[in-house]
T-cell receptor
């Protein structure tokens, strides 16, 4: 039973650039959520995708956007990167938007 | 939105000691999970416990929804228990999970 997978593991970008992170949900799950975790903080909810639509969104600017594909995998896009976007980005999946969430290993983004 | 507070923020133990971690939340709860984050950042599921008591080996958890708190018990701690423990709560009519700031646990041999 494959768990949640994310790619890439690490990424270094320059201010102003754009980045795309990828996530494949746990087998049998159809809902994907993205979180940002700054150093020393708990994860902060960015948004959730279900049935290829953004269903819920946290307090993040429009520079953060996403997509969900028919196979339930998802992408997180961040435009016009800022130094403050440096963080661990976590993807989580669950079934039909409720119940227990399972997290992937994360993508560590460094913006220089 | 719902507020989540964890205590203590830091905990240092000798191997073999027991500990209790607390998670307080400000509204009615729909879902509550406890996670252990290892040094590489992976969040590991410990308990899905919106109410009641569960046990898994040396770990157990209790959520008292009416009093708006959850407890995580670690018995006979081991060095591999070191890391940060988070609770994540969905409540107050929202299904957006809110994480606490975590409890950082260090277990010395």
């Amino acid at each position: 039973d494959a768990g949640v997978t994310q790619s890439p593991t690490h990424l270094i970008k320059t201010r102003g650039q754009q980045v795309t992170l990828r996530c494949s949900p746990k087998s049998g799950h159809d809902t994907v959520s993205w979180y940002q975790q700054a150093l020393g903080q708990g994860p902060q909810f960015i948004f959730q995708y279900y049935e290829e639509e953004e269903r819920q969104r946290g307090n993040f600017p429009d520079r953060f956007s996403g997509h969900q594909f028919p196979n339930y995998s998802s992408e997180l896009n961040v435009n016009a990167l800022l130094l403050g976007d440096s963080a661990l980005y976590l993807c989580a999946s669950r079934r039909q938007g409720v119940g227990e969430q399972y997290f992937g290993p994360g993508t560590r983004l460094t913006v220089t | 939105g719902i507020q989540v507070e964890q205590s203590p923020p830091d905990l240092i133990l000798q191997e073999g000691a027991n500990s209790t971690l607390r998670c307080n939340f400000s509204d009615s709860v729909n879902n509550l999970q406890w996670f252990h984050q290892n040094p590489w950042g992976q969040l590991i599921n410990l308990f899905y416990i919106p109410s009641g008591t569960k046990q898994n080996g040396r770990l157990s958890a209790t959520t008292v929804a009416t009093e708006r708190y959850s407890l995580l018990y670690i018995s006979s701690s081991q060095t591999t228990d070191s890391g940060v423990y988070f609770c994540a709560v969905e409540g107050g009519g929202s299904y957006i999970p809110t994480f606490g700031r975590g409890t950082s646990l260090i277990v010395h041999p």
